[in-house]
């Protein structure tokens, strides 16, 4: 664990946070968060009834012997990963909210609590790992005690219904054709969403989009699009998609998981209470031995996809124009 001091220089103005921090399929599915008492959990029991056919039974086949049909299952399922994010600061740098580096003309210390602020930054770094690993992450299962399980995410998940680019641009076809192939497999398309990073939703805008001659504005932003065999597809963009793939994802199927942690969290709340229904993410503050004050947050968090059959991806797209 890093600990803030003295060396982490205040400063005068606004704070802005720099980078890719949003994690907006998180936030569309954090609603849907489920709990598992187990690291590996079932997400999908599939099962096929076979292709459609025209039946052919004569009287004489109706009352005689029959032979019965047996319909087998199977189970697909993900795991859960440990995240932890220690925090701590020194108690001369908690105090130290009156000196300042570079330009000390105007406004005032926007952070008059350190290990607040840290804390903060630890959150949204948080958020930002979940988003990654529920698009891109890398199965690993939970085998012993000294591997890292890895939670599976949307790019490992979807095998059966995928689209090659080529390395070309995406085109209309391609959309239409992964639609095709989600639909034959049983695709439900309850609450279709296109998932993108900004170019690829930005050539799905040239595709679709239409501008009509305006003197002050032009340029089209299309967030959602009708396509046959799915109805309405609505667009996200998320920073932490693969530059060259598109995933067409049902939501109604995605969810969160956390596996509770069984310790009472950070303040004033009931143990009993928290150790019998856990906590999904608890700061954990530790043991002051030193002139220094922290803790670490703690999740044990993973992604319930339902099957993977319900989502598709068109992979290998090109990522300039």
Not at 101 to 110: A, L, Y
Not at 139 to 159: E, W
Request: glycine share 10%; hydrophobic share 40%; aromatic share 10%.
């Amino acid at each position: 664990m890093a600990t803030t001091d003295t060396g982490t220089a205040n400063y005068r103005g606004t704070l802005f946070a720099l980078g890719a921090n949003q994690a907006p399929f998180m936030a569309a599915i954090a609603g849907k968060a489920k709990r598992s008492s187990t690291f590996t959990f079932p997400i999908a029991q599939p099962y096929s009834v076979g292709d459609a056919a025209q039946t052919a039974f004569s009287e004489d086949d109706s009352h005689g012997t029959l032979t019965a049909g047996t319909v087998t299952r199977s189970q697909d399922v993900n795991t859960a990963q440990i995240m932890i994010y220690p925090v701590e600061s020194t108690f001369k740098k908690q105090s130290s909210t009156g000196i300042y580096s570079g330009i000390n003309v105007d406004g005032n210390n926007p952070v008059l609590d350190e290990l607040g602020f840290q804390k903060k930054v630890a959150l949204i770094k948080a958020a930002k790992d979940m988003e990654y690993s529920v698009l891109q992450g890398t199965y690993v299962a939970d085998t012993a005690t000294n591997v890292a399980s890895k939670t599976r995410g949307l790019k490992n998940a979807i095998t059966t219904n995928t689209v090659a680019g080529g390395g070309v641009a995406l085109e209309k076809a391609m959309i239409e054709e992964l639609v095709r192939e989600m639909r034959a497999t049983g695709s439900m398309m309850v609450r279709p969403m296109i998932i993108g990073n900004s170019f690829q939703l930005q050539r799905l805008s040239d595709i679709y989009g239409y501008a009509p001659q305006d003197r002050t504005m032009g340029g089209v932003a299309i967030d959602r699009i009708m396509v046959p065999g799915a109805g309405i597809i609505s667009t996200m963009f998320s920073p932490q998609m693969p530059e060259d793939e598109l995933y067409i994802v049902d939501l109604e199927f995605c969810a969160p998981v956390f596996v509770p942690v069984l310790f009472p969290r950070d303040g004033n709340v009931d143990p009993q209470t928290d150790m019998v229904n856990g906590v999904d993410v608890v700061f954990q503050p530790t043991a002051i031995t030193a002139a220094a004050r922290g803790g670490f947050f703690y999740t044990q968090f993973g992604f319930d996809y339902g099957a993977e059959e319900y989502h598709g991806s068109i992979t290998g797209l090109a990522t300039t124009a």
